[in-house]
């Protein structure tokens, strides 16, 4: 029921809100010619000879030790060339429907990821990489790629959930009313949106909002830790659940304090885990687990400087 759900969200983001027609149509009746039963087909035997250049047609033989194929003007049989797919092999991971494959198409696609991933050398090659890369499902269904956007070294990286409805019409991250609680969350801080580098845990809208895979995420993960490598933040800030899992492991409880985040060829990084902006106007325990979240970063930038 989900999923149904999901494909009738998407239909009215791209606005699809009219029905073909209230009730289902056989349109084999509409071309005024009836349809009677299949006759069946003469067997070989009664089938009409076919015209040659030497006489009627005959089915080839085998010779005594050879395959049944065709034969040349010195009687030498030969095999007819198999025929070649018509259809490319899809690719890693991305089988029909959910985009989930076998073990081995499912490793094939995070290592292709981390690949394409690993070749970019600075954050606009990295932006042109996602926005090309194919293997990733989500990317056929979203309208934008969702970028990390902000300055190099910027004093906090916030990483979002997954892009919402608003950034994936307007391809900007923390936009619409998501931006708009950011901006009076970071109100109190000695830093305006411009001094943030800002980016979401997925670069593409799920199709309806619906959850995203395990594979999905894993196949986003190489470009998120990449533009951390290649933008370099002091500190991250993982706003939601679902950056939470994705950088410190599923396994691991979020805390309310900053913790060291191990990732290849880089020191240690410090991370908080806080809530979403989104979930100021959830309760007053959303409202007041985020002010906490919000002194302690403003305490810790205030001793950096």
């Known amino acids: 029921m989900e999923a149904e759900l999901s494909l009738l969200r998407l239909y009215m983001e791209w606005g699809v809100d009219t029905a073909l027609a209230d009730v289902p149509a056989d349109h084999r009746q509409s071309t005024g010619h009836a349809i009677g039963p299949r006759t069946a087909r003469p067997a070989p035997d009664d089938r009409p000879p076919m015209p040659g250049r030497n006489g009627p047609y005959a089915p080839p033989t085998a010779r005594s030790g050879h395959p049944a194929g065709l034969a040349d003007a010195a009687g030498n049989t030969h095999l007819p060339r198999a025929m070649p797919s018509p259809m490319p092999p899809a690719m890693p ?9 076998t073990a081995a198409s499912i490793a094939d696609s995070v290592a292709l990821a981390r690949q394409v991933a690993a ?16 293997a990733c499902p989500l990317r056929a269904t979203a309208m934008h790629t969702l970028v990390p956007h902000g300055p190099t070294h910027a004093p906090l990286m916030l990483i979002g959930e997954a892009p919402d409805a608003d950034e994936d019409r307007s ?5 619409g009313v998501c931006g708009t609680l950011l901006d009076e969350m970071l109100a109190p801080l000695p830093l305006t949106r411009a001094d943030l580098l800002l980016a979401t845990a997925l670069p ?16 986003c993960l190489p470009f998120l830790e990449r533009a951390i490598e290649l933008f370099a933040p002091q500190r991250l800030l993982l706003c939601g659940r679902m950056p939470a899992a994705m ?18 060829g880089l020191p240690p990084l410090p991370v908080l885990c806080m809530r979403h902006p989104l979930q100021l106007r959830a309760s007053s ?3 007041r687990e985020i002010w906490q979240s919000l002194l ?8 950096s400087a």
């Open 93 to 101: 991971g991305t089988g029909p429907g959910t985009g989930v494959g």
């Open 296 to 303: 302690l970063v403003m305490q810790t930038l205030r001793q």
């Open 119 to 134: 070749r970019a050398d600075s954050p606009q090659a990295l932006s042109m990489a996602m926005d090309r890369f194919e």
């Open 204 to 219: 593409w809208r799920p199709p309806g909002g619906r959850p995203p895979s395990d594979l999905e995420q894993r196949m």
């Open 247 to 264: 950088m410190l492991g599923r396994d691991s409880q979020p805390r309310r304090e900053w913790q060291p985040l191990a990732l290849p």
């Open 171 to 175: 391809g900007q991250v923390f936009a």
């Open 285 to 287: 325990t959303a409202r």
